[in-house]
């Protein structure tokens, strides 16, 4: 039985999005937790904290002091245990990871803290204790007790993080043989215009939920940039249609597939942290396909193995392609 998030999802639990049922109360005996947060951080050195007195009294807290250190309290009953990678930490500005995993089988825990340059701490222990599913569904209320320079956590069973993959935001129009829709609203059966093939029968819609805060968060394309008719939402992995004098320059194409992230400048894009948990569609047209977003194309759903339609940039490439952009930008803003 999947508890909590969809298990599509991959998460156990995720911050902003409580569990839709009652979520299991017994022990998980291995599992990580991870959080993201924004240094340096506002005074006041609890993350977070979720203390229960229902039968069992239950604690678990997340305590960082740049002298003391990083720490995980837990609490069960009469035992008390603290998971401590000891301090002085590092004085940087960024976005930070906390890990802190545990194996009861293995009678191991792990606690790392990733500094924004990617310097990475390292603490490791016996003798953890497996909090509950439920206590930390608890902690994804939102009125739970939380600092301000937490920007996103999660539950997962394994160290890696689910990969949503690209995705486009519920409200981006999508062109269908019925005109502009909002993803949201599309379903299997609906024929989505393509710019390769014309209308292509929807198969599935994959939805997925995404932490959208820190080394997560989705970009925003401002519509008076892109002559849109409002503000698209996207992942940051998302292929967009790139095409104009500068490809041909640098990459003798008429058009390239740039991911979203490249194109974040501050002012045309932007990164979009204004909430803790994004909802996203793939559309899964069966082969790769590019859609019209109100005129801006991007790509379906891509399943592994299958090409892209256009060739996609990697990270070196887009950085001459968005400094001639800026250039050229710039000099119209001369003029």
């Not at 009678?107 to 990733?114: A, F, N, P, V």
Request: proline residues 9%; charged residues 20%.
């Amino acid at each position: 039985m999947t508890l909590g998030i969809p298990s599509t999802a991959g998460w156990l639990a995720l911050s902003d999005h409580p569990a839709t049922r009652d979520a299991e109360s017994l022990p998980l005996p291995q599992a990580q937790f991870t959080m993201e947060i924004a240094l340096p951080a506002a005074p006041g050195p609890v993350l977070l904290d979720m203390r229960s007195e229902d039968g069992l009294p239950r604690v678990f807290s997340v305590f960082l002091d740049r002298q003391i250190g990083l720490a995980v309290m837990q609490r069960q009953g009469t035992r008390l245990v603290r998971h401590l990678l000891r301090g002085p930490l590092p004085d940087r500005a960024g976005t930070a990871r906390v890990s802190y995993a545990w194996d009861m089988a293995a009678d191991r825990w792990t606690l790392t803290l990733t500094l924004p340059q990617g310097d990475v701490l390292r603490a490791e222990g016996s003798k953890p204790m497996a909090p509950r599913l439920s206590d930390l569904q608890t902690l994804c209320k939102p009125d739970a007790r939380r600092h301000p320079s937490v920007l996103w956590f999660g539950v997962t069973r394994g160290a890696a993080l689910p990969d949503p993959g690209p995705w486009i935001g519920m409200a981006t129009p999508v062109l269908t043989d019925q005109g502009l829709r909002p993803a949201g609203s599309l379903q299997p059966g609906d024929r989505i215009e393509t710019a390769d093939n014309g209308p292509v029968t929807l198969l599935r819609v994959h939805r997925t939920f995404a932490p959208s805060r820190g080394s997560c968060a989705p970009v925003l394309l401002r519509a008076g940039y892109f002559q849109t008719r409002g503000d698209i939402l996207l992942s940051a992995d998302q292929p967009v249609l790139y095409s104009g004098p500068a490809t041909e320059y640098l990459f003798a194409e008429d058009e390239v597939l740039v991911a979203a992230r490249h194109l974040v400048d501050g002012r045309a894009a932007l990164w979009d942290d204004r909430r803790s948990v994004a909802v996203g569609l793939a559309l899964d047209l069966g082969t790769p396909e590019l859609i019209d977003c109100d005129g801006v194309l991007t790509c379906s759903h891509v399943a592994p193995a299958l090409q892209m339609p256009r060739r996609t940039l990697d990270a070196f490439e887009a950085v001459p392609l968005m400094a001639l952009r800026d250039s050229r930008m710039a000099i119209r803003q001369r003029i």
